[in-house]
C-alpha cells in the first residue's frame, strides 16, 4: 500500500509540475504559441489546451476532488498525450521530440493505476 501510495504522488506531482505549473507559467510564451500553431493548430486552440491542462492537474493533485472529475482529467490527459503523440508525428516525423508525449502518457498511467488501488 505504502508503494502505491508513493509511486501515485511521485506521479501526480510530476504531470502536475509539467502540464499545471508549467504550462501556467508559458503556456502563452511565443515559444509555446508557435509549437502549438506550428502543428498546423489554430491559435485560439493554445488558449484552450493551457486552460484544460491547467484545469485538470488541479483537479488530479487535490484529492478534494470527486472521482468521477479524476477520470475525465485522466481521460482527458490520455487524449492530449496520444494526439500529441499523433500530431508531432505527422509533422515532424519519428524523432527524439516523440519521447516526450510517451513518457507523460507512461507517468500518467502509473498515476492512474495507483490511484485505483489506492482506492479499492
Known amino acids: ?12 506531482s510530476l504531470i502536475f509540475l ?10 502563452w ?12 493548430y489554430p491559435l485560439y486552440f493554445v488558449s484552450l489546451l493551457a486552460s484544460f491542462k491547467i484545469l ?3 483537479v488530479l493533485m487535490f484529492p478534494q476532488f470527486p472521482r468521477n472529475m479524476k477520470e475525465w482529467a485522466y481521460a ?7 494526439s500529441a503523440f499523433v500530431s508531432i ?7 527524439s521530440m516523440l519521447i516526450l508525449p510517451v513518457v507523460a502518457m507512461v507517468l500518467l498511467a502509473i ?9 479499492s
Open 29 to 40: 510564451s511565443q515559444m509555446s504559441i508557435d509549437g502549438i500553431t506550428g502543428l498546423g
Open 111 to 119: 498515476s492512474y493505476n495507483s490511484y485505483h488501488k489506492l482506492n
Open 89 to 95: 508525428w505527422a509533422v515532424a516525423g519519428f524523432g
Open 56 to 58: 485538470g492537474s488541479i
Open 1 to 12: 500500500m505504502k508503494s502505491h501510495k508513493i509511486a501515485y504522488w511521485i506521479t501526480t
Open 18 to 27: 509539467m502540464e499545471g505549473v508549467l504550462v501556467a507559467l508559458t503556456g
Open 76 to 82: 482527458g490527459f490520455g487524449i492530449d498525450f496520444i
